[in-house]
């Protein structure tokens, strides 16, 4: 992991590249990145960064070709910066994981090491405790119960919480058939039905929620839920 003494340095030069890498894909970069590396995890927040492309296709009200088309540009930039992500954070990346929000014009990449995620310490075990059965209660209403949560990530800025179990079986035959396309469109669904109990969230917290992301990994048959918190 990279050493605190020179982590502002590290983050302004990924932030920098990964912005330079976009910007030479498609001629223009994002606005701004904004990257957080904590507990094995690395995750780079983008805004205002949207192809005229798919611009057109969310006019158009083609939601689902537009998510197409971003999991293929995702990807391909994944695979770009991978390397200097794990050169200069000494994250070893097994996972590769992302969401946007088109309505708000920004998303998330997820890199995740193959270290084992552990449970963040909290002084606090009754407000950890509240928020994950909160989570679980949540997940039953919109989509499915996680046979386990844990809360892997408390930063001032982010807070994640894994789920594990969380695909249902349509879910799970459509990945193994090779049908995660299809899967794109649902998983902007559940964000949003997520993003309908952000105040449930907060009065746990005790922080306004600015953005809440849900990334996938159907392989492992998980899920994340990365809360940008203020």
């Given at each position: 992991?990279?050493k605190?003494?020179?982590?502002?340095?590290?983050?302004?030069?990924?932030?920098?590249?990964?912005?330079?890498i976009?910007?030479?894909?498609?001629?223009?970069?994002?606005e701004?990145?904004?990257?957080?590396?904590?507990?094995?995890?690395?995750?780079?927040?983008?805004?205002?960064?949207?192809?005229?492309?798919?611009?057109?296709?969310?006019?158009?009200?083609?939601?689902?070709?537009?998510?197409?088309f971003?999991s293929?540009l995702?990807?391909?930039?994944?695979?770009?910066?991978?390397?200097?992500?794990?050169?200069v954070?000494?994250?070893?990346?097994?996972k590769?994981?992302f969401?946007w929000?088109?309505?708000?014009?920004?998303?998330?990449?997820?890199?995740?090491?193959?270290?084992?995620?552990?449970?963040?310490?909290?002084?606090n075990?009754?407000?950890?405790?509240?928020?994950?059965?909160?989570?679980?209660?949540?997940?039953?209403?919109?989509?499915?119960?996680p046979?386990?949560?844990?809360?892997?990530?408390?930063?001032?800025?982010?807070?994640?919480?894994e789920?594990?179990?969380?695909l249902?079986?349509?879910?799970?035959?459509?990945?193994?058939?090779?049908?995660e396309?299809?899967?794109?469109?649902?998983?902007?669904?559940?964000?949003?039905?997520?993003?309908?109990?952000?105040?449930e969230?907060?009065?746990?917290?005790?922080?306004?929620?600015?953005?809440?992301f849900?990334?996938?990994?159907?392989?492992?048959?998980?899920?994340?839920?990365i809360?940008?918190?203020?």
């Open positions: 992991m990279i605190e003494s020179h982590q502002q340095q590290d983050l302004t030069y990924l932030s920098s590249f990964i912005c330079k976009m910007k030479r894909r498609l001629g223009k970069g994002p701004q990145c904004n990257i957080v590396v904590k507990n094995n995890l690395v995750i780079v927040k983008i805004h205002n960064f949207i192809t005229p492309a798919e611009e057109v296709l969310c006019h158009k009200q083609e939601l689902s070709l537009a998510l197409k971003r293929v995702v990807k391909a930039i994944i695979e770009e910066v991978k390397a200097d992500i794990t050169k954070t000494r994250v070893e990346i097994t590769s994981l969401d929000d088109y309505e708000k014009n920004v998303g998330i990449m997820m890199f995740v090491g193959n270290e084992s995620l552990h449970t963040s310490p909290f002084a075990t009754m407000l950890e405790d509240s928020f994950i059965d909160k989570i679980k209660i949540i997940s039953d209403r919109i989509h499915k119960r046979s386990s949560v844990k809360w892997v990530l408390s930063d001032p800025v982010v807070q994640v919480i789920c594990n179990d969380v249902i079986k349509t879910e799970s035959l459509l990945f193994e058939n090779g049908y396309d299809l899967l794109l469109e649902r998983g902007q669904e559940i964000r949003k039905n997520y993003n309908d109990y952000c105040d969230f907060e009065s746990i917290l005790g922080q306004s929620i600015r953005q809440l849900v990334t996938w990994d159907y392989e492992s048959n998980k899920n994340y839920l809360f940008f918190v203020k």
